[in-house]
Structure formats: structure tokens, C-alpha cells
């Protein structure tokens, strides 16, 4: 890149704009902000660490890389668990799925819940930029992580999260942490156009933690096409349209939603996820099989195959592809 276009992708990256406008929960903006070029990180504007547990279940503490006075300001409690949520293309922490998830958390009550924020370059419709920025995501989550161990978080008790593109950043930031090695990743029907093509290091998969179990439900088209983790859930056989999902279904339920008719069915991911952390006993029998048609035919049952739960209570010991059935309209457990 020559120098002068470097000069104006720093430029733009440091501007308050580019000009966006949020449509639903998506968040769209004139031109995109590639921080792979201009690798400078405002953490406000750029990328910023919402902090919720019990103690301030609706409004958030600030976290940030290296600053120990908002740290002590803040409700973060080193005894209990921590999960870190890294929100999707076209999203925010404001938007729908991050609320959830946060929701959920805090209705338990256990938990420090980080809600990453990076609007500004995940915004639409600039998918390739989007795409390429997990990775600056990743890496520079990764530099929190390092900090909060320095201080006295206890690396096994943490949790990371994302749905989409999220899922992928998760990935990035389990390999890029160096104060030792990741735990968990639950990946939310990670983001599939460009992934494929893509090495190891932009996407999540098996290495990036001790246990990573995915979530797919719009495969092959924004989802990830293939197993992915130590455990793959396949529900309905895991692609598009889930049940609910039908455009007849969303127009009578949601007339004048426009973005639930395109992503109904890659959304069902984070919503099952969502059921499970409020649900201990949701999604139980998750049947070990290789394909749909088999699990559809009856060759893998409970009685003969391994079984576990999808969601936050999955068995670690849990390996390969496993296939169940959901409702049509929450609670999608049938169990």
C-alpha cells in the first residue's frame, strides 16, 4: 500500500465518523475502517469492554487494557466465572444477541460478563473489512485478557463466546492470549463466507482452546459449512430454514421485521445458547451420529450412541458431530 494511502486509512480510522445509521439492530456506515492497515486502537471508538454482572445487571463498567483505577472502580469480582462475548457482522453490544446473552448471565447471577463492542469495524454492508478485522479483534481482546490474568483473573474460570463473525474472533483470541492457554470456546454458528478459504490463524478451530464446542445452524450459507470444534451440535441438521424460520412464520410474528427474514435461522445459534445458560436441563440428548439421514433414520439413539447437552452444559468429554431436534418458538428444547 503506498504511503499516501496509508496516510488516509489513518486518517479516516482517527475522523469521529465515517457517517453510519443503525437499521434494526444493524449498525451501517458510509465507508469501512480497515484496522489491519492502520493498526491503531481508540478504545472508545474503536474497540471498548463492557462489564456486567449482578451487582450492575443493566448499566456497564468500562474495562480497558492496562488501567487499573477503572478496573477497581469496576464490579469485576476475580472469585466468580468469566465470559467474554464478541458480538457479529453488522452488530454492536447494544444490538439483540449480545443483550441475550448478557440477560442470561446476569439472571444467574455468577458471572462477570464482558460484552465486546466494535461497531465501527464490523459495520455493514463491508463484509471483506468486517472479515478482516476479527483478527485485530481477537489480538487486541487477547492483550485484555493478558492484563486481567496479571491481576488476579484466574485463566480457567474464563469463558469466550461469539456468534458469526464473533465466533471468529473468539478463535483468533484463544490462540493470541500468552498468560497460558484458553479453557473454552463456544462458537455460535461461526461465520462462513471467506472463512473457508482462510488459514488457521483467522478462524476458530479445535486448537484454539482445551475444549471448544460449536453451535451451527445456518450452515453453508452465512455459517461455517463444517465441523469445526472437539464437538459440533447440528440441530434440525443444522442449516437453513430452522423451524420458525420459514418466511411465513417470521412475517406473522414479526411483520415489519426486515433483518429476522435474512438471519432468522443463523440467530437460532445464539437464542439456543441463551436457553441453555438459564435452562440446566435444556437440549439434553444431543445424539452422537456421522450424518443427519442417519440420525433421522433411527441408527443413532440414545440407547446405542453417546449422548450430551448442547449449550453451556455440554459434556467436555463430548466428541464429534451430534444432531437433535428444537421447537419452532422459544423454549426451543423439546426436552
Keep these: 500500500m503506498a504511503v499516501s494511502d496509508f496516510l488516509f486509512v489513518c486518517l479516516l480510522s482517527a475522523l469521529p465518523g465515517p457517517p453510519g445509521a443503525r437499521i434494526e439492530d444493524a449498525y451501517v456506515q458510509?465507508?469501512?475502517?480497515?484496522?489491519?492497515?492502520?493498526?491503531?486502537?481508540?478504545?472508545?471508538?474503536d474497540i471498548s469492554y463492557q462489564l456486567f454482572t449482578r451487582y450492575n445487571p443493566l448499566q456497564p463498567s468500562q474495562l480497558r487494557i492496562n488501567d487499573d483505577e477503572a478496573l477497581s472502580r469496576s464490579y469485576f469480582n476475580f472469585s466468580e466465572p468469566t465470559v467474554i462475548f464478541f458480538h457479529a457482522f453488522f452488530e454492536s453490544s447494544q444490538?439483540?444477541?449480545?443483550?441475550?446473552?448478557?440477560?442470561?448471565?446476569?439472571?444467574?447471577?455468577?458471572?462477570?460478563i464482558i460484552l465486546v463492542n466494535a461497531p465501527r469495524l464490523e459495520a455493514g454492508p463491508w463484509y471483506l473489512t468486517a472479515s478482516k478485522n476479527t483478527m485485530v479483534v481477537g489480538q487486541y481482546t487477547a492483550r485484555l485478557?493478558?492484563?486481567?490474568?496479571?491481576?488476579g483473573?484466574?485463566?480457567?474460570?474464563?469463558?469466550?463466546t461469539g456468534l458469526s463473525l464473533g465466533a471468529q474472533m473468539a478463535g483468533v483470541c484463544g490462540q493470541s492470549v500468552r498468560s497460558g492457554?484458553?479453557?473454552?470456546?463456544?462458537?455460535?454458528?461461526p461465520a462462513g463466507p471467506l472463512f473457508k478459504k482462510w488459514p488457521k490463524s483467522l478462524k476458530l478451530d479445535a486448537s484454539d482452546?482445551?475444549?471448544?464446542?460449536?453451535?451451527?445452524?445456518?450452515?453453508?450459507?452465512?455459517?461455517?459449512p463444517t465441523s469445526v470444534?472437539?464437538?459440533?451440535?447440528?440441530?434440525?441438521?443444522?442449516?437453513?430454514?430452522?423451524p420458525g424460520c420459514q418466511i411465513p412464520e417470521i412475517k406473522k410474528r414479526n411483520p415489519d421485521g426486515i433483518l429476522e427474514k435474512v438471519f432468522c435461522s443463523h440467530w437460532r445459534s445464539y437464542q439456543f445458547y441463551a436457553e441453555s445458560v438459564v435452562n440446566p436441563n435444556a437440549f439434553q440428548g444431543a445424539v452422537a451420529c456421522n450424518n443427519w439421514a442417519e440420525y433421522t433414520e433411527g441408527v443413532c439413539t440414545p440407547e446405542m450412541r453417546p449422548t450430551t447437552r448442547m449449550g453451556l452444559y455440554v459434556d467436555w468429554e463430548a466428541r464429534g458431530n451430534h444432531f437433535l431436534q428444537t421447537n419452532p418458538e422459544s423454549p426451543f428444547s423439546m426436552t
Design 209 to 224: 482452546a482445551e475444549f471448544v464446542d460449536v453451535i451451527h445452524t445456518d450452515a453453508g450459507i452465512f455459517g461455517y
Design 145 to 151: 485478557i493478558d492484563y486481567l490474568v496479571s491481576r
Design 229 to 242: 470444534g472437539h464437538v459440533d451440535f447440528w440441530p434440525n441438521q443444522g442449516i437453513a430454514p430452522q
Design 95 to 112: 444490538a439483540t444477541p449480545a443483550t441475550l446473552i448478557r440477560t442470561a448471565y446476569t439472571q444467574r447471577g455468577d458471572h462477570n
Design 181 to 189: 492457554r484458553i479453557q473454552r470456546i463456544t462458537g455460535m454458528d
Design 30 to 45: 458510509l465507508v469501512p475502517i480497515n484496522k489491519q492497515k492502520c493498526r491503531d486502537i481508540d478504545p472508545i471508538r
Design 153 to 160: 483473573l484466574h485463566l480457567p474460570s474464563l469463558h469466550l
